[in-house]
């Protein structure tokens, strides 16, 4: 059967549209996955958070630490302020994390991870599609020598988990805003610390049975040393163990960073 000239132009323009949208996809990644790239989202209003800063003596693109507690659900923003000590500027509720305490071991295995992560600008992701993210850098030098596996280990928004912790929308936007602005001047990468719950003596001396009481008076020692200078330490990943400040360095030690 011979095709009409109408027909062959309904079929020229379907064609021609398919390839139009395929294009669009490939410039614009977030619409692979049904939501829009940033610029159509429209630019997150940094003028609230701005305010709220300065009135707590802060400024946005001071250095930023970020603390995270798995059984509290709670993440907190540290800044720099001008005594060079970090300050607590606000904590964000965890919608959801996937898994239970202890840390990420492998692929799949849909833990959310614990430890000592470094996050630099090409772990920032605008076009998300959790609306924005954060990779954690997971598998950092520790779980490599442990031979842990696992990708894409997020902070972002939304409120669903595959070993991410999702902060739900209105606070991603906050705290990416802090990241990225901390990052773009001048901050070589913001540590960011995974701990299963707050550290105190008392808290880790109810978990006396665990199978992770080794590994979580390793994240003590860490954590101790943040509540007790308020600046975060050198960390490194030594012979399967966490060593920091002084001790964080050696041939057997490879220090935790960032992606570069």
Same mark, same amino acid.
């Given at each position: 059967?011979?095709?009409? +000239?109408?027909?062959?132009?309904? =079929?020229?323009?379907?064609?021609?549209? $398919? %390839? /139009?949208?395929?294009?669009? !996809?490939?410039?614009?990644?977030?619409?692979?996955?049904?939501? +829009?790239?940033?610029?159509?989202? =429209?630019?997150?209003?940094?003028?609230? $958070? %701005? /305010?709220?800063?300065?009135? !707590?003596?802060?400024?946005?693109?001071?250095?930023?630490?970020?603390?995270?507690?798995?059984?509290?659900?709670?993440?907190?923003?540290?800044?720099?302020? /001008?005594?060079?000590?970090?300050?607590?500027?606000?904590?964000?509720?965890?919608?959801?994390?996937?898994?239970?305490?202890?840390?990420?071991?492998?692929?799949?295995?849909?833990?959310?991870?614990?430890?000592?992560?470094?996050?630099?600008?090409?772990?920032?992701?605008?076009?998300?599609?959790?609306?924005?993210?954060?990779?954690?850098?997971?598998?950092?030098?520790?779980?490599?020598?442990?031979?842990?596996?696992?990708?894409?280990?997020?902070?972002?928004?939304?409120?669903?988990?595959?070993?991410?912790?999702?902060?739900?929308?209105?606070?991603?936007?906050?705290?990416?805003?802090?990241?990225?602005?901390?990052?773009?001047?001048?901050?070589?990468?913001?540590?960011?610390?995974?701990?299963?719950?707050?550290?105190?003596?008392?808290?880790?001396?109810?978990?006396?049975?665990?199978?992770?009481?080794?590994?979580?008076?390793?994240?003590?020692?860490?954590?101790?040393?943040?509540?007790?200078?308020?600046?975060?330490?050198?960390?490194?990943?030594?012979?399967?163990?966490?060593?920091?400040?002084?001790?964080?360095?050696?041939?057997?030690?490879?220090?935790?960073?960032?992606?570069?």
């Amino acid at each position: 059967m011979r095709l009409r +000239p109408f027909h062959l132009g309904i =079929g020229l323009v379907l064609v021609l549209g $398919l %390839v /139009a949208a395929a294009l669009v !996809a490939l410039r614009h990644p977030g619409l692979l996955q049904g939501v +829009p790239a940033i610029a159509e989202r =429209g630019a997150y209003d940094r003028g609230k $958070l %701005v /305010a709220d800063l300065d009135e !707590a003596g802060f400024r946005l693109g001071a250095p930023a630490h970020v603390r995270i507690y798995k059984r509290e659900k709670r993440l907190e923003v540290w800044l720099q302020a /001008a005594t060079g000590r970090y300050g607590l500027f606000r904590g964000y509720d965890i919608c959801t994390y996937s898994g239970e305490l202890g840390p990420k071991l492998k692929e799949g295995d849909r833990q959310a991870p614990e430890g000592f992560y470094r996050v630099g600008q090409k772990q920032l992701n605008p076009n998300s599609r959790h609306h924005l993210s954060f990779n954690l850098g997971f598998p950092n030098a520790y779980d490599r020598q442990l031979g842990r596996t696992g990708s894409a280990l997020m902070v972002h928004g939304g409120c669903s988990s595959v070993g991410c912790y999702a902060i739900g929308d209105d606070s991603v936007d906050e705290v990416y805003a802090m990241v990225e602005a901390a990052l773009e001047r001048g901050q070589d990468a913001v540590d960011v610390h995974v701990f299963p719950f707050r550290l105190t003596a008392t808290a880790l001396a109810v978990e006396g049975d665990s199978t992770w009481l080794g590994y979580w008076r390793n994240l003590k020692q860490g954590y101790d040393l943040f509540e007790a200078e308020q600046v975060p330490p050198r960390v490194a990943a030594c012979e399967g163990e966490y060593r920091f400040g002084a001790d964080a360095e050696g041939p057997q030690c490879a220090a935790i960073a960032a992606w570069s």
